[in-house]
Nanobody
Framework: QVQLVESGGGLVQAGGSLRLSCAAS????????MAWYRQAPGRQRELVAR???????NYADSVKGRFTISRDNAANTVYLQMNSLKPEDTAVYYC??????????WGQGTQVTVSS
């Protein structure tokens, strides 16, 4: 079993920055893929960014050039640096990981609100 704890959300003005963190803990797990999703009110949850164990990254077109995903494998932590934030980035952001046993775990979510 893997537990994920997210932090770093909050309220920021448009053009500002936030850094989200997600730390994984548990026993006997080997994390392969780490990712951030988001869900705005009335919308489906969508992939924001993903990073594979080898370091390859994917980004949603809407955040390319503004957001950066990174990971610290020793600390089992994934980060999302969000710059040039826009009101449309307002959502609950969820961390998720996939282990080598092909099991997926989700965090509880952290609110990001960008004011115009």
């Amino acid at each position: 079993q893997v537990q994920l704890v997210e932090s770093g959300g909050g309220l920021v003005q448009a053009g500002g920055s936030l850094r989200l963190s997600c730390a994984a803990s548990g026993s006997n797990f080997d994390i392969r893929t780490m990712a951030w999703y988001r869900q705005a009110p009335g919308r489906q949850r969508e992939l924001v960014a993903r990073i594979f164990s080898g370091g390859t990254t994917n980004y949603a077109d809407s955040v390319k050039g503004r957001f950066t995903i990174s990971r610290d494998n020793a600390a089992n932590t994934v980060y999302l640096q969000m710059n040039s934030l826009k009101p449309e980035d307002t959502a609950v952001y969820y961390c998720t990981v996939v282990t080598s046993a092909v099991r997926q775990y989700w965090g509880q979510g952290t609110q990001v609100t960008v004011s115009s």
